[in-house]
């Protein structure tokens, strides 16, 4: 049984003020009985504030990136011992982000992985196709890709121990939210493409829908029986509107 994630990827917004306000708000509204996770991952100069307003409350913290290096000469990179050491469980790895504005090959996203990995982190490798990719009707191909580059480094075991969230590239922070059935068939796809390998990973391997997410359309996607959570950008930044979307969860 997978349990269902719903992530927040807080991206390059906030300053300590709202930061701390966007967190009570959150910890003040989760409720003990739900049975999602709720994972935060704020920008990484306040991780260790986020931290200290989580105190004993169950939200899992996060990272939005990690070096691939382990330590030494690497300027303003850091490292996933680091991110280990603040209290993170979490890392994104391969945000679309990263790929397209920082030329991040699936290799270099693959090596993040395995960094994480080592250093015990929980890694969430973000694919994803972009619209042009969509309409040439290769979605399916850039995806396994991504994927693959994760199982040609690390074996489909190395993968089984993250979570993939599968992004569209078209819907993030468009507004434009795939429908319940484009997200389902990538995401049934994906778990297809991972049962080629083993048919346990496929089965509990989370895989998270990305993509304009919001309380008003949580519903349809988390009831698909592929979608097994959330990876938030925009609704995750106000705290009633994620809150919503947890309640969804359950
Ligand atoms: C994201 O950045 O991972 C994301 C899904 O953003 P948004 O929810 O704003 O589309």
């Known amino acids: ?73 690497f300027t303003g990179e850091v490292s996933a011992d680091m991110l280990t050491d603040i209290g ?20 270099l996203v693959a090596d993040k992985f395995a960094a994480a990995l080592k250093a015990g982190l929980k890694p969430v490798l973000c694919i994803g196709e972009t619209l042009e990719q969509r309409e ?3 979605t399916m191909n850039v995806v396994k890709q991504q994927i ?26 468009t507004g434009v939210t795939a429908s319940p059935e484009q997200a389902q068939e ?11 390998s083993c048919t346990s990973a496929a089965q509990n391997t989370q895989i998270l829908y990305g993509g304009s997410m919001k309380a008003a359309n949580a519903e349809q996607l988390l009831a698909q029986p592929d979608i ?7 609704a995750s930044l106000k705290a009633d ?4 979307i947890c309640k969804v969860a359950g």
Not at 241 to 244: C, L, P, Q, V
């Open 1 to 73: 049984m997978r349990r269902t994630l719903i992530a927040g990827n807080w991206k390059m917004h906030g300053q300590m003020n709202s930061i701390r306000e966007l967190m009570s708000g959150i910890s003040e509204q989760l409720q003990s009985d739900w049975r999602c996770e709720v994972l935060v991952c704020p920008p990484a100069v306040y991780i260790s504030t986020v931290k200290q307003l989580i105190g004993d409350k169950t939200v899992s913290l996060g990272a939005q990136n990690v070096s691939e290096q382990v330590q030494g000469a």
């Open 88 to 107: 993170c469980q979490y890392v994104l790895v391969g945000h679309s982000e990263r790929r397209s504005l920082y030329g991040e090959s699936d290799e």
């Open 136 to 138: 040439n009707g290769t």
């Open 148 to 173: 693959d580059a994760v199982i040609n480094l690390l074996g489909i075991d190395g993968l089984a121990k993250g979570v993939i969230a599968y992004e569209p590239v078209w819907a993030i922070g």
């Open 186 to 196: 990538v995401h049934a796809a994906i778990r297809e493409h991972l049962k080629q």
């Open 228 to 234: 097994d959570g959330g990876l938030i950008g925009g």
């Open 241 to 244: 509107e994620f809150i919503a």
